[in-house]
């Protein structure tokens, strides 16, 4: 069968193991708007996509992005490499490009070998792609490089499966209400850590929850630097209360009994404000009214509140929620709504304020 995607059209077979997600367009969306943004200031970018697939997201990129010198796509899977040339084909691909059917690992060998660089890599793993945190520098310009990271381990990341998550991400995980702020947080901290080990500094460019999986962008340059420690702390959450608290390894020894403890986890912002104004400019009118998002809970401190459950915990009704945003606001708060969730928010208030918002509302019904 055929679909379109963008300025493509792409060739899927009725059956066989060619994956493709259409619920990851907007995270496709959102690469090739960055793409544009950096080519802005780059001649000429070389880009590999090591987990091609279908080749959708090479293909988007070298069709609808200017100034792209070379794309490389791989894949494990012999079935896959031979949808992906025929994709190559129906597109008319005219920009240099070339074909590799390697193990990810294997991948970035081959190519320092061969001393092929790149500018901006793809890096869209099933699952964990911790596996291939430290194996991405072997191929990454050492002026400057961006990495555009998948997640899609969420039962891990979220406390579902608490050993996984200590096993790949050294880290202590809790199903709460906020999980997917708390495990981007953690995947970021973990490409940090790797980017330490290797000797590149790290600029956290955007990250996105698509409801399924994590997408991502860190700009890298070679640079050996003094990482933050008041950027690497751990979030306490009391389920009772729903109080939550960023807390310092120096200080979780105060955490109470009955707080659930996640970490180490990033603490700092989660899109770079610069970027994501230029970004806006590629981007269409659905797609602004994300980055808007973006830029408004980025303002705010970390992780969000689930409406739903504060209003179980008060056992009253929901009444819409741009209502409590509002009401916080006049309040003198800030409050600003969270692409993690469409029923959540962020804001400045206190716990017990935001409760007492939310009861007001419904007596005022």
């Known amino acids: 069968m055929y679909l379109s995607e963008g300025s493509i059209r792409l060739f899927l077979p009725e059956k066989g193991s060619i994956f493709y997600n259409p619920r990851a367009k907007k995270a496709r969306e959102l690469g090739i708007a960055a793409l544009k943004v950096i080519s802005e200031n780059k001649a000429e970018i070389n880009i590999l996509d090591v987990f091609s697939g279908s080749g959708v997201r090479g293909l988007r990129y070298a069709k609808e992005v200017t100034g792209i010198s070379l794309v490389v796509f791989n894949d494990s899977s012999y079935e896959a490499i031979k949808i992906l040339q025929r994709n190559i084909e129906e597109n008319s691909l005219n920009i240099p490009y070339q074909i590799f059917q390697e193990e990810a690992r294997t991948l970035f060998c081959s190519l320092q070998r061969e001393r092929i660089f790149f500018d901006f890599i793809d890096l869209d793993a099933?699952?964990?792609?911790?596996?291939?945190?430290?194996?991405?520098?072997?191929?990454?310009?050492?002026?400057?490089?961006?990495?555009?990271?998948?997640?899609?381990?969420?039962a891990t990341l979220c406390g579902i499966r608490k050993e996984a998550a200590l096993r790949n991400y050294a880290a202590l995980t809790e199903n709460i209400p906020f999980c997917h702020e708390t495990g981007a947080r953690i995947v970021i901290r973990a490409f940090q850590d790797a980017c330490g080990r290797q000797?590149?500094?790290?600029?956290?460019?955007?990250?996105?929850?698509?409801?399924?999986?994590?997408?991502?962008?860190?700009?890298?340059?070679?640079?050996?630097?003094?990482?933050?420690?008041?950027?690497?702390?751990?979030?306490?959450?009391?389920?009772?209360?729903?109080?939550?608290?960023?807390?310092?390894?120096?200080?979780?020894?105060?955490?109470?009994?009955?707080?659930?403890?996640v970490g180490p986890l990033y603490t700092g912002k989660l899109h770079n404000q610069e970027f994501l104004t230029q970004m806006l400019k590629y981007i269409n009118n659905k797609s602004k009214k994300l980055l808007n998002i973006f830029l408004e809970e980025n303002s705010l401190p970390p992780f969000y509140y689930s409406y739903p459950k504060l209003c179980k915990k008060l056992k009253v009704s929901m009444v819409p929620l741009k209502e409590v945003i509002m009401k916080l606001k006049e309040a003198g708060y800030n409050a600003s709504r969270t692409h993690f969730s469409p029923d959540g928010f962020k804001t400045d208030a206190p716990v017990d304020v935001i409760l007492r918002v939310i009861s007001s509302l419904n007596n005022d019904k």
């Open 126 to 154: 099933f699952s964990s792609p911790v596996l291939f945190f430290d194996h991405v520098f072997r191929v990454t310009k050492r002026e400057e490089a961006y990495i555009y990271i998948t997640a899609t381990d969420t």
């Open 199 to 261: 000797g590149y500094s790290p600029t956290l460019l955007f990250t996105f929850f698509d409801g399924t999986g994590l997408r991502i962008l860190f700009r890298i340059k070679k640079s050996k630097i003094e990482f933050k420690r008041n950027s690497l702390n751990f979030i306490a959450f009391d389920p009772k209360t729903k109080e939550r608290l960023v807390v310092s390894h120096k200080d979780i020894y105060k955490v109470r009994k009955r707080t659930l403890l």
